[in-house]
Structures are given as C-alpha cells and as structure tokens.
C-alpha cells in the first residue's frame, strides 16, 4: 500500500514513508558526517559519508515543506556536531554556535535543490550534478559573508598524501568535490544493486553497478596517479636550509583581563625560547604565537594634535623638553617618543636570543580619521638579532563577528553589543622579510582557512620579487582549550602548503605548532594544550600550482550554473518524463 492509499483508507493526514526517511537519511548523513572530522575522524569513511544525504538527493518525489525542514536540519545537527568548540570561548559564544550551524545548515538544501535541478533540467547524470553541485556549494560556503571553509570532505584527506596532491588543481574545493564524485558513483552502484534485488532482471542493474564501482576507483587512481607525479616532481633536497624555532606555550585564553597576564605570558613564553635555545643552539629564526606580547606597538597620526600634559611628559628630560608642546617639532617629537617606548623592551629581548624574531603582538594607530579616534591591528613584527624592526605585517583578513563587527568602523556603538571591547582593521598588504636568505612572509591565525587570502599573499609578493620561500602562521588557539578546532585548524594550514605549494610552520599557542612542507607532510609538530618547542629545518620548494594561476576561478563558475539552474529553474521546462534519479524511479527513499 503506497502512502496515498494509506492516507485515503484513514481518512486523516499521516506523514508519509518518504518523509520518514527523509529524516532519516537526513540525520544520519549528519552522523556520518561529523563522524568523519575530528574529534571521532574516521577520515578513510568520508568517501561513503554523504550517501545518506545522496539519496535525499535523488528522491524519486518532490519533497514537501516537512522533507526540506528535515533536510535542513540534518545539516544543522552536523555544524553543530562539528563545531562544538565555538561554545569555549565565552558563554555569549554559544550563541553564534547556534547562529552559525543554522546559517551553515542552509547549504544542505541548497545543494540538494541543485542536484536535483541539475539532473531535472541541465539533464546531467546524478552522479555529475551532486559533484558540481557540491563544488558550488562548497565555494559559496567560503566566499559568502568572508568565507568559512574548515569542515569541508577535503579536510578530512590531508593523511592520504597522494590524493592530497590534487589540491593544488582547484584547490582544496576541488578535492572535496572528488570525495564527493566517488562517494556519488558508490551511491549510484548500491541504487542498482537494490534494484536488481528488487525488479530484475538483475544483469542490466548489476552491469550498472560494475560501472559505477569502476567510476569511482577509475577517479581515485587518477588521483594517487597524479599526486604519484606531482610527489616525484619534489625539488631535490638542499643543503641550504632555514633554522626556524617555533615556541608553544600553553596558556588558555578568556575573554576577560587579569591583572598581571601580561607579565605571565612573556615570562612563559621567554622562559620556552630560552630552553630551546639551550638544547639545539641559535636558529635563524624565532617564532611566537599570535599576540603573546601582550604590550601593543604604537603609532601616533601625524595629524593627531597630542595634549600638552602627554608632550610634556613624553619629552622629560630630553633635548627637547623647553619646546612649547603645541609646536609641530615637540608634537613630532613626543609621537617618535611614544612609539620608541612600546619597542625598547621588544629590542632587548630579540638581542639576547640573538635571532631574528617573529612575535605576534597588537598595533594601536590614534588617528582622527577613524570614528573611534584609533585603528587596532592584528600583528606580526619581525625583529632583528640587534633589535631593529625589519617589517610588520597587518592581518588583512580578520574575522567577522570574532575580529570586527561590520559598519563598527562608523558606527562603534555596536561593540557595546558583543562581548568584543573593539574591532580589528584590515592590513592593506602582505609582508616578506628576508632572513638567511629565505623570504619569509607572515599571516595569522584563521588567515590559513583562507585558499584565497593565502593564495593572493603569494601572488602579491611574487609580483615583487618576494616570492614566499616560507610561510609563518602566527596562532592563538588558547580560546578553544585544547578541543578538535586545533586538529581542523591545522588540516587546514596542510591544505594551503599543498594549494601554493610553499612550507608553512605554524606557531600556536595551545597547539597544534607544526612544520609543514610544501607537498602537505607534517613533518614535524607539537602537541595539544601543552608547551613545546619545535624544530623546523626549512627548504624552499618554489614548484608553481595551476590553482596559484586561476584560483576560485573554476569552481565560482560552478557556482554560477547553480544560482542559474535554482533561480531560473522555474522558467527553465525540465526534461520529459525525467526525475532526479539515475538508475531505477521506483527505489523508495
């Protein structure tokens, strides 16, 4: 008895069989994928995670308000899963776990209404519409609103190195869309063995399913094929070789001060540099994590008028000291002053370890153009091994809502509303820095979940002749207490290496601190919620990538056919006698 009939024999509304195994693929496919991302990481089961939510996909009916609520859900209870960690920040943190998951739950159905709009009226096999279509959906997700990428199939096949290669094709989109494609062509092979068990005759659906199967591990031999290649095509290895210290205290972040944090941090962080230094000699370069100096650098606007008590007191007992503070020379004067403080004590660290010196600190710049009167800024300094500052490098890609809240910069009222006592502005441009003769660039913290920040920071330099022969993540992970954001946040950091193709250390408070080369290996790394000191003995890699050529470029077009398909489906007529389903219109979902 079909549910139509059951229905009509009651004489009153039931939910029909298709919409109890709507939620059932719906929150099962959830189950599966989260089982697949840290903290469970069963990664080698990510290639059948998404069949439950395939067949959703290929249901043989249209989905009613009920089916789609489910779907929808099904992908919230996944986000949810999968990014617990944003409840350990701070109690108001729990609410943007919620907001998030939902907003992020949004990009189930809507990959599931191209699928289905692919198949129903670009006539594209099932398997090739749930691939490209979750390509699409996958380049939205880290693009709309800034961009949130980690959780994504790729993530979970930075341990299979060959495989790992392909990422530098179309970046780390494109290997999600591969898992996806094999886990679409398996998908297509159990519709047809269920077919066969259940129609006959059984020769054509098994046949079918031989095909299928054969798709699926035709795909994933050209893929260990062409990371087989791309692995071989290694630059020999190279006497010359960075020395690089990478320091990783264990400190858990809060949003709150302490008094006497500051002093803490540096001791905590001075003492582990001291240690390393100890027992493997000087390096060429040392690393601390994002904002472990906790004593910001200072920049005074040249068209900031100072008050006198501030002038007065900056140039006591200095030659300047009997100008009248509103002169313009005393002004400058004590703005140079100002500024020479906040480095005294960051000189004379960086001389006694006798390295260049990477810290991760803030910047305040007072200026009367911004509403607020200052401008903060998340910052990596390089120092010199006598003390001079070689560059600062700008984080140019904060994070919305964890970083800055929009229109703040007009409006900074709004911080009032948030557990943030302000917001970051935006660094204009990227930083490498010369050291033993590598060139060494910065970025920070979620700067790595970014394939097109880190792209466009290489692209920006090569340009100038600074080609990144090493990429320094600066990183506080103190605020997720040891939990599987650390284990994301570095997969992510794997994935970047491979997509520019250019080593990446990684120096994070809490962990993970690792070495990364440019193929994806870890070679090196720290441990989770525990201080350590990693070693890294850098070589350039310097091979190009076709996805440092084109980018996002391939897979936006992807997601351009499907805000095509879902907003001019409608006027688009579908195919006679088609529905989103490949093999057999009868197999029950």
Known sequence: ??????????????????????????????????????????????????????????????????????????????????????????????????????????????????????????????????????????????????????????????????????????????????????????????????????????????????VWLAVAGGGLVAACGYGNWRLASEPLLSEERLDVLLVQGSIDTELKHEPGAAQKVARHYDELTLAGLETDGSPDLIVWPETMWRWGLLEIDAAEQLPAAVVTEALRETAEEELPPESPAAQAAARQRLAAERLESLSAFARRYGATWLVGLDKQVITPRAASGVRNYNCGLFLSPEGTPLGCYEKMFPVMFGEYVPLANRFPWLYRLTPLPAGLTAGTEPLAVNVAGFEVAATICYETTLPRAVRSIVRDLAAKQQRPDLIANLTNDGWFWGSSELDMHLASAVLRAVEVRTPIVVAANTGISAWIDGSGRVLRRGPKRATATVRAEVAADGRGSLFLVWGGLPTSLTAVAAGFVVFAGKKWPRKPEQEPVSVVKQVDV
């Open 1 to 210: 008895m079909t549910a139509a009939e059951s229905e009509q024999s009651s004489g009153r509304q039931q939910p029909s069989l298709q919409q109890r195994h709507c939620w059932l693929w719906a929150l099962s496919g959830a189950v599966a994928m989260a089982a697949v991302q840290p903290p469970v990481d069963l990664w080698w089961a990510a290639w059948l995670a998404p069949i439950p939510w395939l067949q959703l996909a290929r249901a043989p009916v249209s989905l009613g308000r009920r089916d789609w609520l489910a779907v929808w859900c099904g992908g919230v209870v996944f986000w949810l899963a999968v990014l617990h960690w944003l409840r350990l920040p701070h109690p108001a943190t729990s609410i943007g776990w919620v907001v998030l998951a939902a907003y992020l739950g949004c990009f189930v159905p809507f990959w599931v209404v191209v699928t289905r709009r692919f198949v129903s009226h670009a006539r594209l096999p099932f398997a090739a519409a749930a691939t490209v279509a979750w390509i699409a959906t996958e380049h939205l997700r880290g693009w709309l609103l800034g961009g949130f990428t980690m959780g994504g199939l790729c993530d979970t096949q930075v341990r299979w190195l060959e495989v790992l290669q392909t990422a530098d094709l179309f970046g780390a989109v494109g290997l999600s869309g591969l898992v996806m494609a094999v886990a679409a062509c398996l998908s297509e092979a159990i519709t047809a063995v269920v077919a066969a068990s259940r129609q006959g005759p059984a020769w054509p659906c098994l046949r079918r399913t031989m």
